[in-house]
């Protein structure tokens, strides 16, 4: 029920301009019983609006200023733009034209490519093209680093540990500061614990493409309750809350047994905020059917069309856990897991002023950056 004060584009403690300054406020604006929320940050999203970040189009550039610029009225100020597995050639003329940047009027800002693959179990693809999957040969690291061509850009790498020579990969990325994630794996629980022991801090939407919990072996799954991760660690986990990639009870269970690590996802692709129909998915052709997303001619899941904001909801309508959890499953944590806590995913002195006003249901009213208003629903419900 308090006042927020914002100053270049920062949280400012209001102390100092009390009683040093003695200043006020330039310009105040009512929230009109609004909730005030840090900006939503999503690590994993391979597009939308007919944008397909697997694509090495001519006019990329442009393609990721329209998702940075429509996602902010799904309260997402800070995006991961992911690529799925696809060929070398792709990640090299696509990874050149992202580059890290701050959010504003443009759209929000973007964080880092995440990629997912092309390091992963051929019995765990889900919609990844099978003829592009890699291993890892005798020089693992620089296996990789032909295949992307380059990691300027590179925030998250999902990998599967159960691969040999993973380890060093593993320690390798860490030690460059890129986040590795678990995921398109048949690991155990051994591996997936040996992989977190080598810096591995992510689990790549949990439940999805990966071994189904078994009470002998959880597999990855284990993680979450695992009694093996380094002091001072936490491992986070990625959930698709969309009604559809994990049924409302999984998501409890996963909350439950590790709400702290709980980070939400959308796994958007290029059909997200268009009409049903046939979309890409990278090298693949999907089908759009109401909230499903398939490859054409068959059942497996691939990506999502839902918004971060319908995640948040959907979380929160299916755990019943408090607003604050809610909305910190969207912005707190994914900002821990990227290690920007100090800057983004909160409301605390110092940190960017990436802001959201939702009302009492989670709607998203009116989405800030850097303290400027950046999108705002019109009246009329447009």
């Known amino acids: 029920r308090e006042d927020l004060w914002v100053r270049e584009g920062k949280i400012l403690n209001p102390e100092k301009l009390f009683f040093d300054e003695k200043g006020s406020a330039d310009v105040q604006l009512d929230c009109k019983d609004s909730i005030i929320a840090p900006g939503f940050i999503d690590v994993q999203i391979n597009g939308g609006f007919g944008v397909d970040f697997s694509l090495a189009t001519d006019d990329f550039k442009s393609g990721i200023d329209l998702v940075s610029q429509k996602i902010l009225s799904?309260?997402?100020?800070?995006?991961?733009?992911?690529?799925?597995?696809?060929?070398?050639?792709?990640?090299?003329?696509?990874?050149?034209?992202?580059?890290?940047?701050?959010?504003?009027?443009?759209?929000a800002g973007i964080l880092g490519a995440h990629l997912e693959g092309p390091f992963i179990s051929k019995e765990k693809k889900g919609a990844h093209p099978e003829h592009c999957l890699r291993t890892f040969e005798a020089g693992a690291f620089q296996d990789l680093l032909a295949t992307y061509g380059s990691l300027d850009c590179v925030q998250i790498v999902t990998l599967a540990p159960e691969m040999r020579r993973s380890s060093e990969v593993i320690q390798e990325l860490?030690?460059?500061?890129?986040?590795?994630?678990?995921?398109?794996?048949?690991?155990?629980?051994?591996?997936?614990?040996?992989?977190?022991?080598?810096?591995?801090?992510?689990?790549?939407?949990?439940?999805?493409?990966?071994?189904?919990?078994?009470?002998?072996?959880?597999?990855?799954?284990?993680?979450l309750t695992s009694d093996r991760i380094p002091a001072g660690r936490r491992v986070f986990y990625g959930m698709i809350s969309d009604g559809i990639h994990t049924n409302p009870a999984a998501l409890r269970i996963a909350h439950r047994a590790?709400?702290?690590g709980l980070v939400l996802v959308t796994d958007a692709m290029a059909g997200m905020g268009l009409a049903p129909g046939r979309h890409t998915l990278g090298q693949q052709v999907v089908e759009i059917d109401g909230l499903n997303t398939y490859i054409a001619g068959t059942k497996t899941l691939s990506g999502s069309v839902a918004t971060m904001d319908t995640c948040v909801r959907h979380f929160q309508e299916a755990t019943?856990?408090?607003?604050?959890?809610?909305?910190?499953?969207?912005?707190?944590?994914?900002?821990?897991?990227?290690?920007?806590?100090?800057?983004?995913?909160?409301?605390?002195y110092d940190s960017d002023a990436d802001f959201l006003m939702l009302n009492d249901n989670l709607y998203v009213q009116a989405t800030y950056i850097a303290g400027e208003e950046v999108w705002r629903q019109d009246v009329s419900g447009m």
Do not use: W
Not at 94 to 101: A, D
Not at 182 to 203: C, D, K, M, P, R
Not at 324 to 338: D, F, I, K
């Open 320 to 348: 019943g856990c408090s607003v604050e959890t809610a909305l910190e499953a969207a912005s707190l944590h994914p900002a821990q897991l990227l290690g920007i806590e100090h800057k983004k995913g909160t409301l605390n």
């Open 174 to 223: 860490t030690k460059r500061g890129i986040c590795v994630s678990l995921g398109h794996s048949v690991a155990n629980l051994s591996q997936a614990e040996e992989a977190v022991q080598h810096g591995a801090t992510f689990i790549t939407h949990l439940f999805n493409a990966m071994l189904p919990f078994h009470h002998r072996d959880p597999g990855i799954v284990g993680l």
């Open 74 to 107: 799904h309260g997402v100020t800070s995006f991961c733009p992911t690529l799925v597995t696809s060929p070398s050639s792709v990640y090299h003329q696509v990874l050149p034209q992202i580059s890290v940047r701050n959010g504003g009027a443009h759209g």
């Open 258 to 260: 590790h709400p702290k």
